[in-house]
């Protein structure tokens, strides 16, 4: 029988799925004490680091004229990306 909690990633990939994603926010100069957009993927990233559920990301950043979309997975054998698309109205 398989072992379904073999492909879940651990909280240390987690946090390493998330590494690159605040390294590119703090390059760009995009802080959640500045941006509201921001904050609320903090928090959607500090829930995936901490409790392990997978995050569907959907977040207007009128700021920027742009959305903040993607995925945090889980599992280990599924990518997990974010990106900025332009905001379509």
Same mark, same amino acid.
Do not use: C, W
């Given at each position: 029988?398989?072992?379904?909690? &073999?492909?879940?990633?651990?909280?240390?990939?987690?946090? &390493?799925?998330?590494?690159?994603?605040?390294?590119k926010l703090?390059?760009?100069?995009?802080?959640?004490?500045?941006? &509201? &957009?921001?904050?609320?993927?903090?928090?959607?990233?500090?829930?995936?680091?901490?409790?392990?559920?997978?995050?569907?990301?959907?977040?207007?950043?009128?700021?920027?004229?742009?959305?903040?979309?993607?995925? !945090?997975?889980?599992?280990?054998?599924?990518?997990?990306?974010?990106?900025?698309?332009? !905001?379509?109205?």
């Amino acid at each position: 029988m398989k072992d379904e909690l &073999a492909s879940d990633r651990t909280k240390a990939e987690r946090q &390493a799925q998330v590494k690159p994603i605040l390294e590119k926010l703090s390059e760009l100069k995009l802080y959640a004490s500045k941006f &509201a &957009a921001i904050k609320e993927l903090m928090l959607q990233i500090q829930d995936y680091v901490k409790n392990g559920e997978a995050q569907h990301v959907n977040i207007v950043f009128p700021e920027f004229g742009r959305r903040i979309k993607g995925t !945090l997975e889980t599992n280990r054998h599924v990518e997990s990306s974010i990106k900025m698309t332009e !905001l379509v109205t």
